[in-house]
């Protein structure tokens, strides 16, 4: 198994907020990929082999007067994680109809029940983008439709759609980690039409869904963007999620071009969540 290991930073933030949300944007720009925050402020992570010294030179926000934070990092292995999720997560609820939560959480009254074990995958919920994506997701028609969950992290967004209806769906991430922990959460809660793949976008080939689900990071989304135009049904919908509002612009010229016209959008604290329709 691939031992991916994390460089986790903890910043200890005064005041909270806004500062807090200001951060967890920037350091998601800067390539953090999961945070999870506290009562004094927030931890963030990053894969080491995307991390180096000046990681936080960008980081406008650690230079402001206006707040007080500082922080600490170390390496994180992926078998200390089970530790640290259930020191600091905490079950999110999205529009009082979905909970995503780990196992050791007691099994809540909304109608859709989420049991995730992230380990080192992301997508548990508490980033702004995932968020988006349920909402998506609850907001749309997946009943009897095929779905693709690109980037699928911990399989959260794939494991929703097929409890909302969606009756065939590919789940797929480059990360060996993310792999394994898909099949773990794909099993762990009883979904039967699921398969989980290890790869990229060549992994598409001779695919045709209904439905996509992108949450992964800008660079990425514009590479691939024509292999899902090329993998959708008529009137097929992408959904895509991971960067700013800054680059939604970017992101539209590229759908554009690939007769994917613009829907809808969601926006939470500068992330955004946006619907395209193949046409």
């Not at 439709?145 to 991430?173: F, Q, R, Y």
Request: hydrophobic share 40%.
């Amino acid at each position: 198994m691939n031992n991916t290991i994390y460089i986790g930073y903890e910043f200890k933030v005064e005041p909270l907020q806004p500062a807090t949300e200001i951060l967890i944007a920037e350091l998601g720009y800067a390539g953090f990929e999961s945070f999870v925050e506290h009562s004094e402020g927030v931890t963030a992570y990053i894969r080491k082999q995307d991390w180096n010294a000046f990681i936080l030179e960008d980081i406008h926000i650690l230079n402001s007067g206006e707040f007080d934070i500082s922080y600490e990092f170390n390496e994180i292995e992926q078998t200390n994680w089970n530790e640290e999720w259930e020191k600091n997560f905490k079950p999110i609820v999205v529009d009082d109809l979905v909970t995503v939560r780990a196992p050791f959480h007691d099994k809540p009254n909304t109608k859709y029940d989420l049991v995730i074990e992230p380990k080192m995958s992301f997508g548990t919920g508490h980033h702004e983008t995932t968020h988006m994506m349920i909402q998506h997701i609850l907001n749309n028609d997946f009943k009897n439709k095929s779905v693709l969950d690109m980037g699928c992290g911990t399989g959260v967004l794939a494991i929703l759609a097929e409890k909302v209806g969606a009756t065939k769906l590919d789940a797929i991430d480059i990360d060996n980690w993310c792999y394994l922990n898909s099949i773990e959460n794909v099993e762990q809660n009883g979904c039967q039409n699921i398969a989980v793949y290890e790869g990229d976008a060549a992994l598409l080939k001779n695919k045709k869904y209904d439905i996509i689900i992108a949450n992964i990071n800008r660079n990425i989304l514009l590479n691939d963007i024509p292999t899902y135009a090329n993998c959708l049904n008529e009137n097929g919908k992408l959904f895509l999620s991971g960067f700013y509002e800054d680059d939604l612009s970017i992101i539209k010229e590229k759908c554009f071009e690939n007769r994917l016209n613009f829907q809808n959008k969601t926006l939470r604290n500068q992330w955004v969540g946006a619907c395209f329709v193949f046409e």
